[in-house]
């Protein structure tokens, strides 16, 4: 593919800064005003408010607007601190978060998208809610990445032959691209990173699996009850564009050799620990994290290859989602360096109020606050660094959170997945399927009618798992 002019001078300044010699790897967030968080606040109302003022100019050029807002904060944050300190920090940001985090998206989109389901299910209330409840319970195992692309397409052709189908996408974000990962450290990457700090691996199953039940289950209650409404008050469109001809079946179950492996290769740069460390520009990478990815480069090639001719075809599969994810979120990740600097600095930072809202009268860490500060930042910021920011905060220590802070350690973790569902970039997942939605000819919400959603029926949730678990 062709590089455009805007976003080729951006790959160079990127390679430019990243060869510069390396000094440190964080940026001092508590020297930072918050003017440097205002390129990322442009990142953000770019994708909320140009798709609706000027669609067309946004959907030929995000990628440049993205390059932009990149060279925005680069350019300027060069000249204050110096290139060689922002070199590290970008040549860390983008080797040891954004591609890892691309190259995993795209292993699962891979190898999800090989797998066809054939046959027609007719998308009633009881059938879709019954795929999101499947699609729930995957989510866990093979990631909410894994699940949402296994499961969206199938979804999407069970209700070609209706008219309002909006609603069903937006709760198969919120049920399947998010809810359902928080029972283990396969189903997202927040609590994949707290199983990288020591937290056990069922510990998220017994701490949060009672509020992740009845999240699950009261939305998938209110989901039935609405698409129940909507089904008895419709008319079918008159010709399903999916027509019966054959019993219902999978194509391209072949794939679900390499999705296991994605799944056995991020277990096993969880558990592998050679102590072993390469330097790539300057930037310490853990072997295990080197093998991860070349193997995930490798599956995907092997996904590509073993796929039955047709399957992908049939799947109306395409690689411009995954192209949409990898322009966008590269430049969310560049724009809140910044952002997640001034966190971590804690009460020196600049958000030193939002630190100080964590803990109760007494100063001890409130579940409350946890639960509701990470959500809210896990909304609107990447939710793995976010999670490690609160974890952190709240002492950072495994056995300790575990044990005589397990409800604090409760409501980050909890937070940190469920709210992910509260915007369209709260979890990769969550844009994948609005990508993939709107590929297919539906008319999914806008930035803000999304966040009218899911204030109207998560937040609700939300309280409710507050009074009764993180009062």
């Known amino acids: 593919m062709r590089l455009q002019s805007a976003p080729r001078w951006a790959l160079a300044l990127c390679l ?14 508590d020297s930072l005003g918050v003017r440097w968080a205002l390129p990322f606040a442009g990142m953000l109302l770019s994708i909320a408010v140009m798709p609706l003022l000027m669609p067309g100019v946004w959907h030929r050029h995000f990628g440049k607007i993205t390059a932009a807002w990149s060279l925005a904060l680069l350019l300027p944050l060069a000249g204050h ?89 937006v709760f198969f974000i919120f049920i399947v691209s998010n809810a359902g990962g928080a029972l283990t450290p396969l189903g997202d990457p927040p609590l994949f990173l707290g199983f990288l700090k020591g937290v056990d691996f069922f510990w998220t199953l017994k701490h949060i699996g009672p509020q992740t039940l009845f999240l699950v289950l009261g939305l998938l209650a209110i989901f039935y009850l609405l698409d129940r409404y909507w089904f008895t008050h ?123 809202a964590a803990s109760d009268a007494a100063g001890a860490p409130s579940p409350v606050a946890y639960f509701w500060l990470s959500g809210a930042l896990s909304s609107f910021l990447d939710n793995a660094p976010t999670y490690l920011v609160f974890f952190n905060l709240a002492g950072g220590d495994p056995a300790t959170l575990m044990t005589t802070l397990a409800p604090v350690l409760g409501a980050i973790s909890a937070g940190s997945v469920f709210m992910g569902a509260n915007t369209y970039i709260g979890n990769a997942p969550n844009f994948m399927v609005k990508a993939i939605a709107e590929e297919r000819g539906l008319r999914m919400p806008s930035f803000f009618g999304y966040m009218a959603w899911s204030a109207a029926v998560l937040l609700p949730m939300f309280a409710l798992i507050t009074l009764i678990w993180f009062r």
Do not use: C
Request: charged share 10%.
């Open 16 to 29: 430019a800064l990243m060869n510069a010699p390396a000094m440190a790897a964080e940026l001092p967030g």
């Open 81 to 169: 601190l110096g290139v060689g300190l922002v070199g590290g920090v970008l040549a860390h940001t983008l080797l040891t978060e954004y591609l890892p985090f691309i190259v995993l998206l795209t292993a699962l989109f891979t190898t999800a998208g090989g797998i066809h389901v054939r046959g027609n299910l007719h998308g009633s209330p009881l059938t879709n809610t019954a795929l999101l409840a499947v699609g729930a319970a995957l989510a866990s195992v093979m990631g909410t990445t894994g699940a949402s692309m296994l499961m969206v397409r199938p979804l999407i052709r069970a209700n070609d032959n209706r008219r309002h189908v909006a609603h069903v996408m």
């Open 234 to 356: 419709e008319a079918l469109l008159p010709l399903d564009p999916t027509p019966d001809n054959g019993r219902l079946g999978l194509d391209g179950a072949v794939n679900f050799l390499p999705l296991a492996a994605v799944v056995a290769l991020v277990l096993m740069s969880g558990l592998w620990k050679p102590g072993v460390a390469v330097s790539v520009a300057g930037v310490e990478m853990g072997l295990e994290q080197l093998v991860r990815d070349a193997l995930l480069l490798v599956v995907i090639g092997v996904s590509l290859w073993i796929t039955p001719a047709g399957v992908r075809a049939r799947n109306q599969f395409s690689w411009g989602p995954m192209l949409e994810v990898a322009k966008l979120f590269v430049g969310i990740f560049l724009t809140m360096m910044p952002v997640l600097a001034m966190l971590k600095a804690g009460v020196h930072g600049r958000f030193a109020g939002l630190v100080l």
